[in-house]
C-alpha cells in the first residue's frame, strides 16, 4: 500500500519560512517524479514544485521560483519543499504528489493527506 506522510508546515509571520517534508513508502520511489502542489480557500489546486527522479530536473510555479526549493532523498525514500520569503498569498494546504515516471507507469498517481501552511501578521 502507498502511504505519502507529509510533516512540518504550519503558521508563520510574513517574510518567514517554513519547510514540509513527505515520507513515501510502498512504492519504488527513485521511478516517481514527485511533487508538491497547493490548493487555497476557493481556489483550484495548482502545481508549486516538481522534481525528476534523480533529481536532475526541477519545475517551479512562477509564484515560487527564488523561494522555494524542492530536493528528495532517493535513500530515505523523502522529498523536501524549503519555503523561504513567504507571504500570505501562499497560505494553503500543501499536497504531496507521486507520479510514475515510465510509460508503464502513468496510471501510478498518488496523494498525501495534505499539509496546512498559514502565512499571515
Known amino acids: 500500500q502507498v502511504q505519502l506522510v507529509e510533516s512540518g508546515g504550519g503558521f508563520v509571520q510574513p517574510g518567514g519560512s517554513l519547510r514540509l517534508s513527505c515520507a513515501a513508502s510502498g512504492l519504488t520511489f527513485r521511478l516517481f517524479r514527485m511533487s508538491w502542489y497547493r490548493q487555497a480557500p476557493g481556489k483550484e489546486r495548482e502545481l508549486v514544485a516538481s522534481?525528476?527522479?534523480?533529481?536532475?530536473?526541477?519545475f517551479y510555479a512562477d509564484s515560487v521560483k527564488g523561494r522555494f526549493t524542492i530536493s528528495r532523498d532517493n535513500f530515505a525514500n523523502t522529498i523536501d519543499l524549503q519555503m523561504n520569503s513567504l507571504a500570505p498569498e501562499d497560505t494553503a494546504v500543501y499536497y504531496c504528489?507521486?507520479?510514475?515516471?515510465?510509460?508503464?507507469?502513468?496510471?501510478?498517481?498518488?496523494w498525501g493527506q495534505g499539509r496546512q501552511v498559514t502565512v499571515s501578521s
Open positions: 504528489n507521486a507520479k510514475g515516471a515510465l510509460p508503464i507507469m502513468t496510471s501510478m498517481d498518488y
Open positions: 522534481i525528476s527522479p534523480s533529481a536532475d530536473n526541477m
